[in-house]
Each structure stands twice: as C-alpha cells, then as structure tokens.
C-alpha cells in the first residue's frame, strides 16, 4: 500500500508537468529515511541536510560541489584581521528568498537576515530560541557560542563577526549546513502570526529548490528555484521519494520510478554494474562507522569493560558480511583520508581471552546484560544496522555479555540518543568540512557532550586540551601533532569501538548528467539534469 501511495504521488508530479509542456522535468531521488526537520539549525543528519541544506538554504560561504574548497555564496567576498578575530563578511547584492504558498517575500536578502540566523542559536532571549527544544547540537558542539563574541551590521550588506579567540576551522564551520541563512522577514511575519513553530518545518530559503510540500514516511516535494542566484536549476521539480529498504530502492531504480538511489545494498552492486541502463559511482568515503559506549553510565564508566568489548568484537567479520569488503576496518575516530589521521596507533585486536581476563579484571568476571542500539536506516557508514547488531550480539555472547537490540525510528533514535538514554548505540559520521576538528572535537569535545553529539559522552581532560589547542594554532604541522596525540589518547581510553571506513555508492539511472558523489556526503541537485 505505501509503494501504492509512492506511485500515486510521484505520477502526480509528473501529470503536472505533462499539463505544463513536454519540456517540463521532474527528477526523482529515492532516499533512505524521513528528515527531522526541515532546518539544518537543528538537525545533524544527513537524510535531514539532503532534505533541506543542500536543497533550501545556502551559507555565506560554501563548499565548492565535489572539494573541501571554500568558494563565495551569499557572501560575495570576506577578509580577516591579521589577529585571526574579525571577520568580514561582504553580501551579494540581488538575493531573493523563496515564494510559496504561504510566503511571499517583499525584500531581498540583507544583513538583517544573518544576524537573525545566527542569534537565533546563540541568544538565549531571541524570540526564536527555543522554538523547537532550543537544542542547536552542531552550533553548540562545535563551540560556536562560546567562540563568537559579537556579530556587527556594518551596513545593509556588510557584517563583522568577531571571535573571542582565534579559530583555524572557522571559515570552513561556515560553510557547513548548520550555518545556513533563513529570513528574518519570514520570521517576523510568523511572530505575528503567533506560529513560530512553523519556520522548521515550512521552510524559506534562497536555495536552488523551494519547499513545495511533505507527507510524512513518503515523500517531499520541490520546485525549481528560477530566480537563484547562482542560475535556476536544470530540472523543474525535484522529488524525494522516501524509501527506507535498500532492495526497494533499487528495483524502483530498475523499473524507472526513481532516477538516483542512495546507499545502495552491498549485496545489489554487482548486479547495479552489469545493468548497462544504470551508471554506478563509487569513492572513498570522509566517514566513520563505529559503536559508542556511554561512559556516563556503568558498566562503562569503567575503562577495562570498554577496552574489553573492543577486543571482543571482530570487526573484520563485519567487514565482509555486511559491507562485502567495501569498507577499511577503523581504528580511530577519523577517516584515513584526512589530514592527521594517525597511521601509527595500534588497534585492539579480536582476542576473546583477552576480553574474558580484562571483564575480569574490572569485576565483570560473569558478564553482565546490557543493550544495544541498532540503526534503523542504511547509511554510508553502516549499510545493515539490525545484521551488525546481530553479529555484534553474538561477539559479545562468547565473552559472557548478554545483549538486547533495541531501535527506534530514525528522529527518535537520534533524539534519544542525543539524550544520552543508551547504553551502547550504533553510529558514525560523514565530515562536513574537511577538518579533524569535524570529527574530533564534533564527536568527542566535552561541550559535545553537552551538545548532544558526543554519544559517548566521553570528557577526557587530555584529549581536550589536545583537541582545543589544535583550534588555536594555524600552523599546520603543529594541529597535525596535536591531532595525532589526540587519537592516541582516545584509543588508549576507548570510548568507541571504531567499526569501519565505506566506500560510498550511488546508483543512478543512465538518463541523469550533472550528479557527482560529493566527499563531504552531501546529495546535491543544482546541476542535475535528465538526457
């Protein structure tokens, strides 16, 4: 019934455009899973960034499509002070925000609208500041609030921002999607209103695509933007058909219901290869999949029980029946593809004896029960949550652990997560902007835990002060120093279990030009177009 209700909505998109003339085009990406919202303030996903960042908003500065390069968007150009604390952001000129049904702007974009985005995550008293739980997990776990003293409107378009300290990662933080710019018109026209609520879920942006409409679990629809800055789309309306199951996804690729599917079944890619009407893309991916232990909670606030289930589970196994050798067994929280990634640190290696005598060591001589959390959606990091689960289950079993898997529905796995109400929990991370910063202070920073980010909520004082000091500094070999501590120190405490490194897969069909994997993880259609 609900491939039904697919079909159905998806024909409805297409009647419409045949109505309009057969030039009309309507793209159709099959994802993975509902987003949490439709506002990358406050959201951390990925599933919610391709629903809104990469669709809806734009930042000041972006990433250049397919580099970690930082390129003009809405702000035409910047400078910084040679003390590294102010920065200068100049705005393009002649920037419409969306009209939809129930908006229609009556300005353009000005400095107005920045200063509104980024107070609302860092002012406690902005009226939009606790619309929505007032939790900003990215802004507050990479510090931002606690960095950016004041913001300045130098002129209709022209701001400062001024740092209480310098920050090497902090032109790339903003480019990531968190740091999106919204309107402030549109806001203050739903104060009025008395539905604020209604600005994460109805959103306006200046992005390529404007919200047409959401139906829960199904699908979200999209209409070209024409008056983009940066030049309309290729296609006419962009669709999401919500497909959680990988073997669905593919056979709609098949048969032409969807034109891009992402995360294919590993089990699916030789077949998507031999199939000549479908183009497969392949490449390393900026990520990592791993098992986080919450080390506010016992038994794993006791150093030896965490060090032990890294020994007990064979990671290697995982690698071949889940992501069928299309992974690098991890060994630390960053991917080997980054700068500073630590090639000299030691893994735990698959030794059951070993965890047998350390659960002993630590009092845990007969096991102990607990849970674990499995990833209800496919994601490039970790292809089969419930399959891992299992095997996991099973790993532990051997050494006297008794496991129960639990999972929920993808925005309350991660709110509950967040909330720290696990005890272990599948997870990982896709970088977004190139830096080890992203990874190791993002995940595992003690403001993270905080933030909500940090799902081991893992406050290590040495690892901070490493990770906080490679902030500071811009030279580049001394942050690679710093890093590489870092990863010693987080192996030797063992927060995580780093599980694996993917390769990532897009399946599309061969009508489709314009699409290129991005390394940041991102599905981006602004110049996707159909043959």
Known sequence: MRKLAILVAICAIATACNKQGPSKKTFVYCSEGSPTAFNPQITSDGTSNNASAHTIYNRLVEFEYGSTKITPALAQSWSISEDKLEYTFNLRKGVKFHTTKYFTPTRELNADDVIFSFDRMR??????????????????????????????????????????????????????????????????????????????????????????????????????????????????????????????????????????????????????????????????????????????????????????????????????????????????????????????????????????????????????????????????????????????QADLEKVGIKVKLISYEWPTYLKKSSAGEHAMVQLGWTGDNGDPDNFLYTLLGCSAVEAGSNYARWCNKDFEDLVVKAKRVTDLSERTELYERAQTVFKSQAPWVPIAHSIIFRAMSSKVIGYKIDPLGGDIFKTVDLK
């Open 123 to 392: 002012v406690s008293t902005h009226p939009y500041y606790k619309v929505s739980g007032g939790t900003y997990e990215y802004f507050n776990g990479m510090d931002m609030g606690n960095l950016i003293k004041d913001i300045v409107k130098l002129s209709d378009h022209s701001i400062k921002i001024v740092l209480n300290k310098p920050e090497a990662p902090f032109l790339a933080n903003m480019a990531m999607s968190f740091m999106s710019i919204l309107s402030k018109e549109y806001a203050d026209t739903l104060i009025a209103a008395d539905t604020k609520d209604k600005i994460d879920n109805f959103p306006i942006g200046t992005g390529p695509f404007s919200f047409s409409s959401y139906q829960k679990d199904n699908i979200i629809k999209y209409n070209s933007f024409k008056d983009h800055f940066a030049g309309a789309p290729k296609v006419d309306r962009l669709a999401f058909a919500i497909t959680p199951d990988a073997s669905v996804r593919y056979q709609k690729l098949k048969i032409g219901e969807c034109h891009l599917v992402i995360e294919p079944s590993p089990a699916d890619i030789n077949s998507m290869r031999d199939n000549k009407e479908i183009s497969l893309l392949e490449g390393p991916g900026l990520n990592v999949g791993y098992l986080a232990m919450n080390t506010q909670k016992k038994p794993f606030d006791n150093l030896k029980v965490r060090q032990a289930i890294n020994h007990a589970l064979n990671k290697s196994a995982y690698i071949d029946a889940i992501y069928l050798g299309h992974a690098k067994a991890a060994k630390n929280p960053l991917p080997p593809t980054i700068w500073s990634y630590n090639n000299s640190v030691v893994d735990y290696d698959y030794n059951i004896e070993k965890a047998k005598s350390l659960l002993k060591e630590a009092g845990f001589a007969n096991g102990f029960e607990t849970e674990i959390w499995t990833l209800p959606v496919t994601r490039p990091y970790n292809p089969n949550g419930k399959k891992m689960g299992e095997m996991m």
